[in-house]
């Protein structure tokens, strides 16, 4: 999608993360504490914002795992935790919190001023071109939303959702709309089912006998080249922000290196 240009993708969110655990490291170093490596980065959910953007549209996939994502499934995908020590914790947050819940913020550590935000801030912030924020814009995921939002609603999209659905139901399937099968009650357990799969073969099947994702992608994109016109000043300041901030990141991870 064009806007997505504006946006960051999985993996230029991993270098933004990788430069900020350098920046980080240096910064504990000065209160006398080490930073231990994150775990290894593992995939969970689509590998990109398209992949089930319209629904599911892998045979493949539909074959071998139904609605779900295989090794990638929030459901059963298991995330390491990043083993850090209170001390480590608190010079990297700025808090004693290990859940992600509220806690006190601690402003020193051995009479030393801890950073706002601890050391990822600091790392966050040397990566973050002034008067801008850290990583994504939130104008750009809005005008993202609202055009996928907008296409939904569009009657091209709209009659191709009631021939897929006539196409189903003439498979012997009762959905009024293509997000319905994956929502379905008895697709939801932590692995996927005989059901389920060929319920899934068929959705993918009745997507390409009409075009469904072909032609709510045109619709889309169109929509998305309209909100980019009207917000073409947002959008290039998002960019050059993106450009800006990935340049840093890479910098500070290859002097790492």
């Avoid at 139901?169 to 692995?191: C, E, H, L, M, V």
């Amino acid at each position: 999608m064009p806007i997505h240009q504006a946006l960051f993708s999985n993996d230029e969110i991993a270098e933004l993360n990788s430069a900020s655990i350098v920046l980080a490291r240096e910064c504990m170093r000065d209160f006398g504490v080490s930073l231990p490596e994150p775990p290894e980065r593992t995939q969970i959910g689509p590998v990109n914002r398209m992949e089930r953007r319209y629904g599911l549209a892998d045979e493949k996939m539909a074959r071998e795992h139904g609605y779900h994502l295989g090794s990638r499934d929030p459901r059963t995908a298991k995330k390491e935790k990043w083993g850090l020590s209170r001390d480590q914790r608190l010079i990297l947050t700025g808090t004693s919190s290990s859940n992600g819940k509220q806690a006190p913020k601690v402003t020193e550590f051995n009479g030393r001023e801890i950073p706002s935000g601890g050391c990822w801030k600091v790392g966050e912030r040397r990566l973050t071109p002034k008067g801008m924020t850290f990583g994504e814009s939130s104008k750009i995921r809005e005008l993202d939303r609202k055009g996928f939002m907008e296409s939904e609603k569009d009657p091209q999209v709209q009659a191709a959702f009631s021939t897929w659905a006539s196409c189903m139901t003439s498979k012997g399937y009762s959905y009024p709309n293509p997000y319905a099968p994956a929502a379905d009650s008895k697709f939801q357990g932590n692995i996927e089912n005989k059901a389920e799969i060929k319920v899934a073969v068929a959705d993918v099947n009745c997507k390409k006998r009409v075009n469904l994702v072909g032609v709510w992608y045109g619709v889309e994109r169109s929509k998305q080249q309209s909100l980019i016109k009207m917000n073409s000043a947002e959008v290039q300041a998002a960019k050059k922000q993106k450009e800006s901030q990935l340049a840093d990141a890479r910098r500070v991870i290859k002097q790492k290196d």
